[in-house]
């Protein structure tokens, strides 16, 4: 009896591994569909780059590769497939030790539910292969769904093929998001130490408000360069949000932030300019080098900004500048994944203190 049973228990096995290998895929380029997120749309030759680093010049190797890293960006689409396949060309591929591989390389699936984005599933193909094709859904009930793809944060991408089960239909849906708001900063924004793209805190802010942000997170190495700037001047935004202090040291904060407005004042008239402190490292905690490090920092950005509006000139010329203080971590001091980065419940506190001081600071220009 116990061996009929085995052999029922294996034929079943069988059969279920036999109908998933059966299955058949028509695959659809995702820059075909509807891409959100993007920050200079039609700008870049390869349409999963941030930045087109044949025009913009100034960037070091390293910046050449972080921008044309897929960060922050998604498509959407609708789709009846039962099941959601993924193949992908890979350029650069990082594999960051703070960071979850399904971030770093992965995607993310949110799916539409009573008018809400609803996580759906996370995948990767194996570090192995990475090109191969993987199932990142199952299982789904064949009817319409409204889906959000994140693509992955630290890799660069030449295709990514979304394939849906033959007979199913997949289309290209409105952008969900309104406005265009441009989002410059360090490791933070680019979503280090996230286990899934989407919780990166652009893209959780973005669901949570409506608001499409447009990130360009960039690992150690937002210090305010003239260069970044010239990438920011050209782009076409709403509003701007920068999270400009987390990389550079106080002199160099001193140095460069001054001009780095004025010229953003320039490119941009009276558009919004919202600048957010650093967030508290725990890593300072016992570390007395560290504590003064950035307490320096702190202390330079709130200081300057304190300055610009000191007068009644200021304040006309910076009336558009704003200066907000984001904060990422409990009472318990229990959400950093290395004493420098946030984990997933960190990400989503920031992304809640910065909620209602920026749709304010928006609603004054219409931005809703």
């Known amino acids: 009896m116990k061996r009929f049973i085995f052999l029922v228990l294996v034929l079943a096995a069988s059969v279920c591994a036999a109908s998933a290998q059966n299955v058949s895929y028509v695959y659809t380029e995702a820059s075909d569909l509807t891409i959100v997120g993007k920050l200079m749309p039609g700008k870049t030759a390869n349409p999963y780059h941030r930045v087109d680093t044949t025009l913009y010049k100034g960037f070091t190797k390293r910046e050449n590769e972080l921008v044309r890293m897929s960060s922050g960006m998604a498509c959407v689409f609708s789709t009846n497939s039962p099941s959601i396949s993924i193949v992908t060309k890979y350029g650069k591929m990082d594999d960051p030790v703070n960071t979850n591989i399904i971030s770093a390389r992965g995607y993310d699936l949110y799916i539409r539910q009573n008018g809400q984005w609803r996580w759906a599933s996370s995948g990767v193909a194996p570090r192995a292969n990475p090109g191969k094709e993987f199932t990142l859904i199952s299982d789904m009930d064949g009817s319409v769904h409204e889906c959000l793809l994140y693509f992955p944060l630290y890799s660069e ?98 140095e460069r932030l001054v001009p780095f407005i004025d010229r953003m004042i320039e490119a941009h008239p009276g558009k919004p300019l919202i600048f957010q402190q650093t967030i508290y490292r725990e890593k300072r905690t016992f570390n007395l080098k560290e504590d003064a490090k950035e307490q320096a920092k702190m202390d330079m950005a709130a200081g300057i900004f304190k300055e610009l509006k000191s007068t009644p000139e200021g304040r006309k010329k910076y009336k558009d500048v704003y200066f907000i203080a984001p904060d990422a971590c409990p009472a318990s001091h229990e959400a950093s994944v290395d004493g420098v980065h946030p984990d997933n419940y960190g990400y989503t506190l920031w992304t809640a203190s910065i909620q209602k001081p920026i749709l304010n600071i928006l609603r004054k220009y219409g931005i809703r």
């Open 157 to 254: 991408e030449y295709s990514i093929k979304i394939g849906v089960e033959k007979g199913s239909i997949i289309s290209a849906i409105d952008n969900p998001f309104r406005h265009r708001i441009a989002i410059w900063g360090s490791s933070y924004t680019h979503g280090s130490s996230t286990t899934r793209a989407g919780m990166a805190y652009p893209a959780q802010f973005s669901r949570a408000t409506g608001l499409q942000m447009l990130s360009l997170g960039c690992s150690g190495r937002c210090m305010l360069q003239d260069y970044f700037c010239d990438v920011l001047v050209d782009v076409d935004a709403d509003a701007f949000v920068f999270d400009s202090f987390s990389n550079p040291l106080a002199p160099v904060i001193s």
